[in-house]
Structures are given as C-alpha cells and as structure tokens.
C-alpha cells in the first residue's frame, strides 16, 4: 500500500507479508527476510549499508554523478516498520540481521538462511574490520559522516534486511510490514 501525497510517506511503498504456519508442528527458529536488487540509476556504481537503530537497510550512489540521475542521484532504502514477535518480550522485532552482495548471492537454501541470521554464506561470523567484532550487519557505518564499516566496492548490489528468530505455531500466522523508501536530495549523501 501507499500513500498519494507529497513528503515522505509519498515516497513510499509498504509492504505487508503474512506467514501462516498450515502444518501441525511448531515452527522453530523463524526468519522473515526481504530480498532486492537494487540497481539506483546505473547499476554498477552503488554502495549499501544500514542503520540497525532505524531497522533500514538501504543502497546509494558511490559518486556524485549516475549515469541515469546525473549530479541527483536517489537513494533507497528497506525499513521493517513491524517485524515478528519476539518470542520473549511478544514485542515487535526490528532489523536482526543485514546483507549485501555484489553478484555473489546465496547459492543455496543454507546460505541464504547463513545470511538471514547475519552469518557469511559458510556460517562464519561477519566480521566488523572497524571494530574486529562479530556483527549480523554488514556495513554499519555512517557515510555522511564517513565513519564506521562503510561499503568500499561499488557494483550491482543485492540487499537483505531480515529480522527473527520467532516461532510460529501450527494454524498461527505473523504479520511482517515493511517499507521501500526512496529519498532524492542535492546529492548522493543527502539522499
């Protein structure tokens, strides 16, 4: 659904995903994950990142020139608005777990639930360079500030917001909403 009006909500498209359990056992160890290829104007000049506080994901131009937008390139981001109950508190999960890939997406149904749960394809840990700590998100940092892990190669990227772990009981379903979001400013950071 969306919103015909101008501002930020009318830059924006949310979706709404219900996952039903129609078996007869509990599903354990649930993920729910939002898969895009993102391609801002010309696809190989983007960087990706997110904003863990925001639950964002997003994809933005690595120059201030696009071979589509010129000198105003957008950006786009993924945002979970309400993710799955966490099974504890029975609250709303934010962003869990990040993603992004440069041709090099999940080949197979282990590796794309690796990378849901924040791991690397082989179940090794991601590795923040900045810190040298284990991190679910991949590429935190801060680009208008150019602080913290930021992406260093532009390419065609493919992004992955996921949020989880939940159970989900037989007959039980969960709603997931989640919105796409694309901001132009003056230039690639201030979008």
């Given at each position: 659904?969306?919103?015909?009006?101008?501002?930020?909500?009318?830059?924006?498209?949310?979706?709404?995903?219900?996952?039903?359990?129609?078996?007869?056992?509990?599903?354990?160890?649930?993920?729910?994950?939002?898969?895009?290829?993102?391609?801002?104007?010309?696809?190989?000049?983007?960087?990706?990142?997110?904003?863990?506080?925001?639950?964002?994901?997003?994809?933005?131009n690595a120059t201030n020139t696009d071979?589509?937008?010129?000198?105003?390139?957008?950006?786009?981001?993924?945002?979970?608005?309400?993710?799955?109950?966490?099974?504890?508190?029975?609250?709303?999960?934010?962003?869990?777990?990040?993603?992004?890939?440069?041709?090099?997406?999940?080949?197979?149904?282990?590796?794309?639930?690796?990378?849901?749960?924040?791991?690397?394809?082989?179940?090794?840990?991601?590795i923040d360079p900045t810190t040298a700590?284990?991190?679910?998100?991949?590429?935190?940092?801060?680009?208008?500030?150019?602080?913290?892990?930021?992406?260093?190669?532009?390419?065609?990227?493919?992004?992955?917001?996921?949020?989880?772990?939940?159970?989900?009981?037989?007959?039980?379903?969960?709603?997931?909403?989640?919105?796409?979001?694309?901001?132009?400013?003056?230039?690639?950071?201030?979008?």
């Open positions: 659904f969306a919103f015909n009006r101008a501002g930020a909500l009318g830059s924006t498209v949310f979706t709404r995903f219900r996952i039903f359990n129609r078996g007869t056992q509990p599903l354990l160890e649930v993920y729910a994950g939002m898969w895009a290829d993102t391609d801002v104007g010309g696809i190989a000049d983007d960087l990706a990142g997110c904003d863990p506080s925001l639950g964002l994901g997003y994809c933005y071979a589509v937008y010129g000198a105003t390139p957008p950006a786009v981001g993924f945002d979970i608005v309400q993710g799955p109950s966490d099974p504890v508190t029975h609250q709303p999960r934010s962003l869990t777990a990040f993603g992004d890939f440069t041709a090099s997406d999940p080949l197979s149904a282990l590796e794309s639930f690796n990378a849901l749960v924040g791991l690397e394809a082989s179940g090794a840990p991601i700590l284990a991190t679910p998100f991949r590429h935190p940092g801060n680009p208008v500030l150019h602080t913290g892990w930021l992406d260093p190669t532009p390419g065609d990227k493919h992004l992955l917001i996921a949020s989880g772990p939940f159970t989900l009981q037989p007959e039980a379903y969960e709603d997931v909403i989640m919105a796409i979001v694309v901001a132009q400013g003056a230039d690639r950071l201030s979008s």
